[in-house]
């Protein structure tokens, strides 16, 4: 048989063989890992609602989701009671969001507040608090420097050292940009990977605070201030989530936008600089396809450069339609769960 058209799958050694055996299934999934994206993440609106309405439904084991920026408001709405309307909340907010001509700064900032305090409705704050089976974990890059929480260039020369010295090492980064995870779950569900990091259980102080600072994009936003530090967009430190996540027998699921795996935002300029087999052995990566892309109503994906280049009324207009696109990957993903894994299965 051919090949998906609009969606594939890349899988670890451990995934890769779980996956031909059993084919995939909700009940082998132990974390659902999101990528900070921007508005490229509007390709899997239409997946996210059929994974929580469809393929998730009926699961009764514990399920860690994890996100870093949007990835992170993705991963909370899976976590809600009324997860499917949680899922189109943030859709719509997200895709009417609207600034002035030059949106910086605090406007921005509290632009995102709007967005997630929407989509947690009017009982997320409890669920999140309260969780049964289903846990969030919410990336966030706290810095060890400070600016003067405005956009500026003496705000972007403060982000110099970090990129310089990541071009030698990534670890090394983490003198500037530290990982910090707010969880319900009381403990990390990931193993040490030498990048400085810290865990915070969530709680009603500082849950809406980490939700907007992993959203918190530098040159675009203000940082959020948390225990006397600058919290910055989790995908700083972590943008693909490719953290070496503490599961022995099952699979991480991710649906992504890229056909690769970059640990930190600014990985993204090295094209060697991706995630280690090793450290995506147990994952499940869903990406599309090229020929998807070129179906895009600009043959690319939504960014925020979208807000420069377009009227609110045209971007948003665009926005929706790369959104409804997006049911051709559920058509896809339909068939691999019917079995049609092999033929669309690459290894990492």
């Not at 990336?139 to 990129?163: C, E, H, M, N, W």
């Not at 003198?175 to 319900?184: A, L, P, Q, S």
């Not at 499940?284 to 009324?313: A, C, G, R, V, W």
Request: glycine share 6%; hydrophobic share 40%; aromatic share 12%.
């Amino acid at each position: 048989m051919p090949p998906n058209k609009y969606l594939r799958i890349k899988a670890g050694k451990n995934a890769r063989k779980r996956i031909l055996e059993k084919g995939i299934q909700a009940a082998d999934v132990k974390v659902f890992s999101a990528a900070a994206a921007g508005p490229k993440w509007l390709i899997m609106f239409e997946l996210d609602k059929f994974l929580i309405s469809h393929f998730f439904k009926n699961t009764t084991h514990k399920i860690h989701f994890a996100g870093g920026s949007i990835g992170s408001w993705r991963a909370m709405t899976y976590c809600l009671h009324d997860a499917l309307q949680a899922i189109e909340r943030l859709h719509h907010a997200y895709v009417h969001q609207a600034y002035s001509d030059a949106p910086f700064g605090k406007e921005v900032s509290d632009g995102i507040q709007k967005i997630v305090t929407n989509a947690l409705g009017e009982n997320g704050f409890q669920d999140l608090l309260q969780p049964n089976q289903r846990h969030l974990h919410i990336s966030v890059s706290r810095a060890t420097f400070k600016t003067d929480g405005k956009i500026s260039t003496f705000q972007k020369l403060k982000f110099v050292p970090a990129y310089l010295v990541n071009i030698f090492s990534r670890n090394a980064m983490s003198k500037y940009f530290e990982r910090v995870i707010f969880t319900n779950a009381n403990q990390p569900i990931y193993k040490p990977d030498g990048y400085q990091s810290h865990h915070r259980n969530i709680s009603e102080e500082n849950l809406l605070k980490a939700l907007c600072a992993s959203g918190s994009i530098p040159f675009y936003m203000s940082p959020m201030m948390m225990e006397g530090y600058e919290h910055w967009d989790g995908g700083a430190a972590d943008y693909h989530m490719a953290l070496n996540y503490a599961i022995e027998d099952g699979l991480v699921f991710f649906p992504h936008y890229r056909s690769f795996v970059n640990p930190g935002w600014f990985d993204k300029f090295w094209p060697g600089r991706t995630a280690s087999p090793e450290v995506l052995k147990n994952t499940l990566m869903l990406y599309p396809t090229k020929e998807f892309i070129q179906l895009l109503p600009e043959k690319k994906l939504t960014s925020t450069d979208d807000f420069f280049n377009h009227d609110d009324e045209t971007r948003i207009k665009i926005w929706k339609e790369v959104s409804d696109l997006g049911k051709l990957l559920v058509e896809d993903f339909q068939k691999l769960l019917a079995g049609k894994v092999e033929e669309n299965l690459t290894e990492f």
